[in-house]
């Protein structure tokens, strides 16, 4: 069909996709150094901000080098880290690891508790005010490639797609946004990414890519138990052996917290169900304490790269550069990678400029790939490169001592353990149904913890019914014939969502139904799913969650 349709196009120096930390900051950087290239940031949210969830502890540094003069702008980041906390949870209660052992970069003294989503939007304000163009709205669905095989720019704005994939009465092509280079700013997993690294091989000799899966939701709390600026981390139960993870509670301004969960999705029992775990979460006493008497008023959910230094996949390919966590720019024991999502649109949009300066355009942007790896992007994630690989291999408590030692050896230059190997994909790592016990999750009580549905209400999270699904399977007989019997067909579970449910009915086959409505844009299915039969792909127009204030 697309090769029968004909779209306008419009020419630009340089296409980004994805309005995130990176993309913006590659956005601003550019229109810093030269005010009269042309620059356009494509965005599949229905605002700016409307898909970016994130903890968030802002280490500063990436903002700091890209706009010096931030704290007098107006933006909103206001509240700073005074009082920072971690703690191992036992089912009644908790042990406080002191700070003192922990190494330096641990550090979350002059980091800042912010809503992602609101400085995005005051960056996109930033941004505008230069004479960038921005479009929210327009899911870029397709790449467009140069007769040189080099990624010339992207297909935005298609609409009007029938349920079964046909050009409806309303439908519109969308355009061709063509650029000399084209950043993907995507976020984890993103669909044009994922095709651009499999396309180019770029991840020929690295690690797999790990992930987690981080939910979220958003409290008011009892201002007499609301401590502005405290920062406490948690480790150990309720996952105890299952899973790795841990949570975060950041208490920011007028008597909110952000309570987080994070399991990461290279967990071997189908049976875990990562949601109710962290519903579980919040009933432990040090937790339901804090709770009591307040009310949660938003919710959501995403994946996080978390494979660091070892999985990075090689940055350019020709006419593309991969930006902040589209390559996987997180440091996992910080919890933070918005500042280098930051510093590596700053690093592309510096190469680019300069590439483009010398007459070039669709090739690749090594220039890039040397400042990620080689700057400040690198230093931060080589220190703690052996922390995920030990923690995989050895469990918490081990990974807590050898991969503090490590942190500290390398704080000085030092290499003891050289760099780990990540070993299995998340979704290999998913073993057989009939080796592991199923787990009994206690029913939300609807006051602490909620259902699914419930709770999906509160992301806010809307799709054209009449859409084709952005959710497709490779083959459609797998879940049933593969995943039910030999995993219990894990897609039931690991969505935080309820996109995914096995229907049987008396008296008839059982059957696999996609609820694609209530996606919100996390991509653990296109992850964990153990057969690796979803496929994550762009809705059209501005569908999925709108985050708030996340």
Known sequence: MSQQIVRESMDYDVVIVGAGP????????????DSNL???????????????????????????????????????????VHEDNFYILGPAGQMRIPNWPMPPLMNNHGNFIVSMANVCRWMAGVAEGMGVEIFPGMACSQLVYGDQGQVSGVVAGEMGLGADGAPGPNYEPGMELRG???????????SLAKEVIAKYDLSAGKDPQKFGLGMKEIWEIDPAKHHEGRVTHTMGWPLGSNAGG??????????????????????QNPHLYPYMEFQRFKHHPMVADLLKGGKRVAYGARAISEGGWQS????????????????????????????NAMLSGKAAAEAAFAAIGAGRSGDELAEYEVEVRGGAIGRDLKKVRNVKPLWSKFGLVASLFAGGADMWA???????????????SDAQATGKARDFAPIDYPKPD??????RLTNVAFSFTNHDEAQPAHLRLKDASIPISVNLPDYAEPAQRYCPAGVYEVIAEAGKEPRFQINFQNCVHCKTCDIKDPSQNITWTTPMG?????YPNM
């Open 312 to 339: 990075i996949p090689k940055m350019v390919a020709p006419g593309v550069a991969l930006l902040g966590c589209t390559a996987g720019l997180v440091n996992v024991p910080r919890i933070k990678g918005n500042h």
């Open 446 to 451: 609807g006051v602490l913890s909620f259902d």
């Open 180 to 190: 000399k280079y084209v950043f993907l700013s995507e976020g984890v997993r993103g």
């Open 410 to 424: 390398n704080t000085f230059g030092l290499t003891i353990l050289g760099t780990l190997k990540h070993g299995k």
């Open 22 to 33: 990176s993309g913006l900051a590659a956005a601003i950087r550019l229109k810093q150094l």
């Open 38 to 80: 042309s620059v356009v940031v494509m965005e599949k949210g229905s605002e700016v901000g409307a898909h970016i969830l994130s903890g968030a502890v802002l280490d500063p540094s990436g903002l700091d080098a890209l706009l010096p003069d931030w704290r007098s702008m107006g933006a909103p980041i206001k509240t700073k």
């Open 542 to 546: 501005g569908g999925g969650p709108n």
């Open 246 to 267: 841990g949570s975060f509670i950041y208490h920011l301004e007028k008597n909110q917290v952000y309570v987080g969960f994070v399991v990461h999705l290279n967990y």
